[in-house]
């Protein structure tokens, strides 16, 4: 097991999901980033209970609130972004320097 967390922005979205368990599989810590904790913990059930200590959901309600993204990133040695719903042209014009891979 790994001591490294991997952020997951967008995690309870169809491809966020699918990083989040692979990110579990591999034995790293994952800080799942959703704008709803009550939908993560249903999306989240199936995650075995060996890896539920692993997993550290982290609500964000909007996504341009760069003081809480940093927060919810905190500590995170790499960071996946899996959000969509927003203008990643808008992104990049506010907040210069920001890059999503």
């Known amino acids: 097991m790994s ?14 999901i699918l990083c989040v368990q692979a ?14 904790q009550e939908k993560a913990y249903n999306v989240f059930t199936v995650v075995p209970k060996s890896q539920r200590a692993l997993l550290n959901v ?18 995170c040695s790499a960071v996946i972004f899996a959000a969509c719903g927003v203008s990643f042209l808008g992104l990049f014009s506010k907040f210069k320097g920001i890059f999503c891979f």
């Not at 982290?58 to 760069?66: D, L, Q, R």
């Open 3 to 16: 001591s490294e967390t991997i952020a997951v922005i967008g995690a309870t979205g169809r491809t966020g």
């Open 58 to 75: 982290k609500e964000v309600k909007n996504i341009e609130n760069v003081k809480e993204i940093k927060e919810a990133i905190m500590g």
């Open 23 to 36: 990110i579990l599989d591999a034995g790293y810590k994952c800080n799942a980033i959703c704008r709803s």
